[in-house]
Each structure stands twice: as C-alpha cells, then as structure tokens.
Nanobody, 126 residues
Framework: QVQLVESGGGLVQAGGSLRLSCQGSGMPFSSYAMGWFRQAPGKEREFVAG????????NYADSVKDRFTISRENAKKTVYLQMTSLKAEDTAVYYC???????????????????WGQGTQVTVSS
C-alpha cells in the first residue's frame, strides 16, 4: 500500500519559516520525481516545487522562488520543503505527490503524479 505522509504544517507569523516533510512508503521513492502542491480555499490546487528522482533538478513556482527550497533524502524516503519569508498568501493545505512520469520540464503538471499525501495545513498570520 502506497502512502505519502506530510508533517510540519502549522500556524506561523508573516516573515517566519516552516519546514514540511513528506515520507513515502510502498513505492519506489528513489526513482520517483516528487512535488509539493498547495490548495487554498476556493482555489485550484497549484504547483509549488518539484524535484527530480536524484535531486539533480528542482523547479519552483514564480510565487515561491527564492523563498522556498525543495530537497530530498532517498535513504529516508523523505522529501522536504523549507519555507522562509512566509506571506499570508502562502496559507493553504500543502500536499506532496510522487510519480514516475513528471519530467524535469513537466514537474508542475499535477496530472502526471500518481500518488498524493493527505495534506498538511499551513496558516500564515499577517
């Protein structure tokens, strides 16, 4: 049974930092591209960041570039999202996703991911 379990969400003041983690099981984690997406109330789920299977390539949404960093530790089957300089508009449920199909050029395409976590809430107060 495939599972992706996110953790690390919470309430933080604007300008603060959080680190999200996502641990996978039951899937070939080390050969999958991994992504972070987020969904705010009433909005579509949007791409935040993606990382290739070996960590050699990372892509970011323009809205988080230079503030968020995605990384992974394949030995721990874990992907991270370090978030700094948080803004109120970063408030959302954050989901991690994994799949074999997202190429380096297509990490932002949510339809290419096979597995999703249950999400973790991030709330940034202004």
């Amino acid at each position: 049974q495939v599972q992706l379990v996110e953790s690390g969400g919470g309430l933080v003041q604007a300008g603060g930092s959080l680190r999200l983690s996502c641990q996978g099981s039951g899937m070939p984690f080390s050969s999958y591209a991994m992504g972070w997406f987020r969904q705010a109330p009433g909005k579509e789920r949007e791409f935040v960041a993606g990382i290739s299977w070996n960590g050699g390539r990372a892509n970011y949404a323009d809205s988080v570039k230079d503030r968020f960093t995605i990384s992974r530790e394949n030995a721990k089957k874990t992907v991270y999202l370090q978030m700094t300089s948080l803004k109120a508009e970063d408030t959302a449920v954050y989901y991690c996703a994994g799949g074999s199909r997202p190429t380096a050029q297509a990490m932002g395409n949510k339809y290419l991911y096979d597995y999703w976590g249950q999400g973790t809430q991030v709330t940034v107060s202004s």
